[in-house]
């Protein structure tokens, strides 16, 4: 389920990030001490005071990598490289920071900074550009990589799907996506993100608010491969599932997941059981019909339907998933079905919802609803500018089930 609710401070409350100039610089027992060939595993940042065991003592922790609170040189400079977008095809504050991923942080007020893959990249609009172009810097660049990158970053921002006819055709369907067209105009995509990645960001997102969802997502990134630092923010490749298995319930616990520890552990031994491994099972469900799709993704500990469409619709290719919490009902209830009003929110309205939207906006009605979602936030009733500081919490996390 997607939150809605603000964006509050990052992972272990960062510094905040310095202006800089030019070009950026650089969803169960404790195991035994993990053996070669793996290295040690970076220290999970507390979410909340750590849980004391009886006698006093506390239960142990993973030896640290990294520490997040280290002053750590920013990563380093490349080249700002045009991509073939402009700000009607991709608007980065809208995409980015409206509950789709949990890993992006602004770390300029133009630009955004996130991973892609094994890729550490900023990106931004070009500055007085009237088309608002975008280009993108790669901070942990070897060199000989620029094609490579291109292709992961069209791959992870569906560009091959044209916004603007997509908004016209949803704007000929429905008076209200007009209306906010017309506010927008344009930019909002939905992102094509690595399923393993996007799985874990969800079960991370249960009833909790966009703020503990960053952080816990920036616990279990922590894990992977970590690639540098823009702007006071660490970033790391997101951990295989062979990674993440041997992170513990009680680690989890520790660092503030609450009952998703179950959940996270539990996902990750589901997949590793699948049929050819978890991430290559994963990508299969890209060639199955949405409801196979949600069905396969309901067997895994901590998913449900709601959690299921969003790995659907922002991973999995399923683009008329519509992923319904109590904002989405409000949405449909308003302007798609105001018959229904009052009412509560059933699994046999459920699925009466998503038929509604797939109704009116067609194979790409995931898309539409996002819109329609973005339009509800509270920064959007006010000038069209997605800044931190202007959303207000809407709900608190239930952290001790």
Partial sequence: MRPFQP??????APKPPSPLA???????????????????????PSLSPPTKRKHGSTAP???????????L???????????????????????????????WRRTDPSRFTGVVGPYLLSLRHLDGDPSGRVAFMLHNSDGGRSAAVRDALADYLNLGVSLSDLWSRFSGADPRFAELAGQFDGGAR?????????????????????GRIEKM??????????????????????????????????????????????????????????????????ASLRGLELDAVIDALCTLPGVGPKVAACIALFSLDQHHAIPVDTHV?????????????????????????????????????????NVLFIGELPSQKVPIQLEVATLSKTESADDEK
């Avoid at 922790?61 to 002053?71: G, N, W």
């Avoid at 393993?196 to 608010?209: G, P």
């Avoid at 009902?329 to 929110?345: C, D, H, N, S, V």
């Avoid at 459920?350 to 906006?361: D, H, I, L, M, Q």
């Fill in 61 to 71: 922790r993973l030896k640290p990598q990294r520490s997040l609170s280290a002053p």
């Fill in 22 to 44: 030019g070009n950026m610089s650089k969803r169960r027992r404790v195991k035994p001490p993990l053996q070669p060939p793996f290295t040690p595993l970076p220290s999970c």
């Fill in 73 to 103: 040189a920013d990563a380093a400079s490349g080249e700002w490289e045009l991509l073939p977008v402009s700000r009607s095809e991709l608007s980065l504050s809208l995409t980015f920071p409206t509950g789709q991923t949990f890993r």
């Fill in 217 to 282: 997502v920036g616990v279990l990134s922590s894990f992977g491969e970590y690639l540098g630092t823009v702007g006071g923010f660490e970033f790391h490749e997101f951990p295989s599932l062979e990674r993440l298995s041997l992170v513990t319930e009680l680690q989890l616990r520790e660092a503030g997941f609450g009952y998703r520890a179950k959940y996270i552990v539990g996902a990750v031994r589901a997949l590793q059981a699948k049929p050819g491994g978890g991430a290559e099972w994963l």
């Fill in 329 to 369: 009902w409000q949405i449909a209830t308003r302007y798609l079905m105001p018959e229904l009003a009052g009412t509560r929110l059933t699994p046999k309205l459920y699925r009466c919802v998503s038929e509604a939207f797939v109704a009116k906006f067609g194979e790409y009605a995931g898309w539409a609803q």
């Fill in 7 to 12: 964006l509050l401070a990052s992972l272990a």
């Fill in 190 to 210: 939905v992102l094509r993100q690595e399923p393993v990645e996007c799985v874990f960001q969800f079960l991370c997102s249960s009833n909790n608010n966009i």
